[in-house]
């Protein structure tokens, strides 16, 4: 099964990195420097760089208003100007961790969900997950810390 990954557009985003501490605060936001190399960017889907600034913010990636509507705590970093976008490659920031993927139908209900090691998920989960014709797309959480990582489609 051919499928597609995409990381989340950057332009709502930008502004934000305006704002001063205090004004981020406000909105829930916080401005971090990386500190680690696992710190993954949900646009670029790529890990940030020791240093580097980024914003740890809470976003709603499943809007739809049905009990599965969510958000949850997210990484952008400045320097991402592009979302990612790939056909049938899995991004180091999702093979390099456990995770969950949620299949979801056309009224955003969740119809099926497993967990893979990210190196294994195009195998063990995208596929299998989308080749259920009633799965309209997936969702891909980081399986520990519970955090929205991409959406998946067929391509």
Known sequence: MTFRISGLAPEPFRPLFDLTDAALRELGVRRVIAD?????????????????????LNYEHQPANTPYRAKHAI???RVAERAFEAVDAVPEVIASRLVAARAFDAQHMMI???VAEGEAAAAALFARLLDDPNANYLQVHYARRGCYAARVERA
């Open 36 to 56: 680690d190399l696992r710190m993954p960017c949900r646009v670029s889907m790529a890990h940030a760089d020791l240093g580097e600034e980024l914003l740890l």
């Open 75 to 77: 990484y952008v970093r």
């Open 112 to 114: 099926d969900a497993d």
